[in-house]
């Protein structure tokens, strides 16, 4: 089981391949659920408010561990695909229900957002999820008994 932290974990990050836009990320770990929120901002935003991207929540399948089950909360068609596969990677990597919010735009990535700079982004926002969640979430995969069964 997690543990809860009172105070979300707030912190942004450069989007590969792109000059001056920086991933901003809120992680608020819960006792029974995981939130992330996810957005970029360049330069030339920061005073200015950012569309809603896609929200998708995301759940272990008991039956199937390596499908985690998902549904769209609130689908934007250009963030819908990157947040349901962050948000099932996340369920798997956890074993804990998550929600995900994304309004990411690779628009200003240096080819305007081909399939290997969102793949790269995404790599980069699981690798620091899990090292944010390292040492909070405890993996459940592993019983007392060290079979993964009971």
């Known amino acids: ?21 920086r ?3 809120r992680l608020d770990i819960k006792s029974k659920v995981i939130m992330l929120f996810l957005t970029t901002v360049t330069a030339d935003e920061e005073d200015q408010a950012t569309p809603m991207g ?4 995301a759940l272990p399948d008991k ?6 089950l998902s549904t769209t909360i609130f689908a934007v068609e250009a963030t819908l ?3 349901t596969r962050l948000a099932k990677i996340l369920v798997k990597k956890t074993q804990m229900p998550v929600y995900v919010g994304n309004s990411i735009s690779f628009a200003n990535t240096g080819l305007g957002g081909t399939v290997e700079e969102e793949m790269e982004a995404l790599k980069r926002v699981v690798e620091i999820s899990l ?4 040492g909070v979430v405890k993996s459940p995969n592993v019983l007392p ?6």
């Open 131 to 134: 090292d944010k969640l390292q």
């Open 54 to 57: 896609s929200f998708v929540y």
């Open 145 to 150: 008994n060290g079979t993964g069964s009971s």
């Open 63 to 68: 039956y199937n561990p390596s499908q985690p």
């Open 23 to 25: 991933i901003h990320m």
């Open 81 to 83: 695909e990157f947040t």
């Open 1 to 21: 089981m997690a543990e809860t932290i009172n105070e979300p974990i707030q912190l942004s990050f450069p989007l590969p391949r792109s000059l001056d836009t």
